[in-house]
Nanobody
Framework: QGELVESGGGLVQPGGSLRLSCSASGLIFSLYRMGWYRQAPGKERELVADINGSGQKNYRDSVKGRFTISRDNAKSTVFLQMNSLEPEDTAVYYC?????????WGQGTQVTVST
């Protein structure tokens, strides 16, 4: 059974940066498309960025040029570098691993962008 553990969230001022990490265990990491999702209060969960095992990346329009997703298959870890953070980026960020019928989620990490 796959397990995902996120870290790196916190409180940051507008314009600041954070780096999220998601460590995976119990799965063949390189097979999985890894994604970062977020959910703000009162809103639906949305895809922020994802990356497949070959390194192909996809971003939602509002984070293009500010966020970078990357993965280290040797360490079974996926990262989300977030720069130029805006108050609208405030949400709980979730890590997701997906491959055919297998779909795992982390517990989430809070990111708050505020003065």
């Amino acid at each position: 059974q796959g397990e995902l553990v996120e870290s790196g969230g916190g409180l940051v001022q507008p314009g600041g940066s954070l780096r999220l990490s998601c460590s995976a265990s119990g799965l063949i990491f390189s097979l999985y498309r890894m994604g970062w999702y977020r959910q703000a209060p009162g809103k639906e969960r949305e895809l922020v960025a994802d990356i497949n095992g070959s390194g192909q990346k996809n971003y939602r329009d509002s984070v293009k040029g500010r966020f970078t997703i990357s993965r280290d298959n040797a360490k079974s870890t996926v990262f989300l570098q977030m720069n130029s953070l805006e108050p609208e980026d405030t949400a709980v960020y979730y890590c997701n691993a997906k491959w055919i019928k297998y779909d795992f989620w982390g517990q989430g990490t809070q990111v708050t962008v505020s003065t």
